[in-house]
């Protein structure tokens, strides 16, 4: 497991430059950092403006010259607009991969020992309920 206060003393260890390098080489292909990634590098272009997440309308826009922000490299992230808006499909696969997770721990869960423990409690319960149940029907009927 990563030490998470060693990782960040050693970036703040950095330079401005080394910084912005390790930033791209971290976001590089990762969709959901897109926006980090594309005011990285800008950044690092020199070009100083960093896009607005979301859009400021009362900013002007970019230059002409600024790539748009869906290429990280040359090749554009899969399910995401020209803008950078994740599309309906991205968001129901993301929706339906949580609903799977949580349906996979939840019987992972069951077979647990925890769970089988629990299990073995209700059951003793229940039976002892029954049992007590028919202990007093009985000594009614002898009434």
Do not use: C, N
Not at 62 to 84: F, K, L, N, Q, R
Not at 127 to 143: G, P, T, Y
């Amino acid at each position: 497991m990563v030490d998470m206060d060693d990782t960040l003393a050693r970036l703040r260890g950095l330079g401005d430059a080394e910084l912005l390098a390790a930033i791209l080489a971290v976001t590089a292909e990762r969709p959901g950092l897109l926006p980090v990634h594309t005011a990285a590098a800008m950044l690092a272009a020199g070009r100083g403006h960093t896009p607005d997440i979301p859009p400021d309308p009362s900013r002007p826009a970019a230059p002409p010259d600024v790539p748009p922000p869906t290429t990280i490299g040359s090749v554009p992230p899969p399910d995401y607009t020209e803008a950078g808006v994740p599309t309906f499909d991205r968001v129901r696969d993301q929706i339906e991969e949580r609903f799977g997770s949580a349906l996979g721990s939840e019987e992972l869960e069951r077979d647990s020992e925890a769970r089988r423990d629990l299990d073995e409690q209700w059951q003793a319960r229940e039976k002892a309920s029954r049992d007590r149940l028919d202990e007093i029907r009985r000594s009614m009927r002898r009434d």
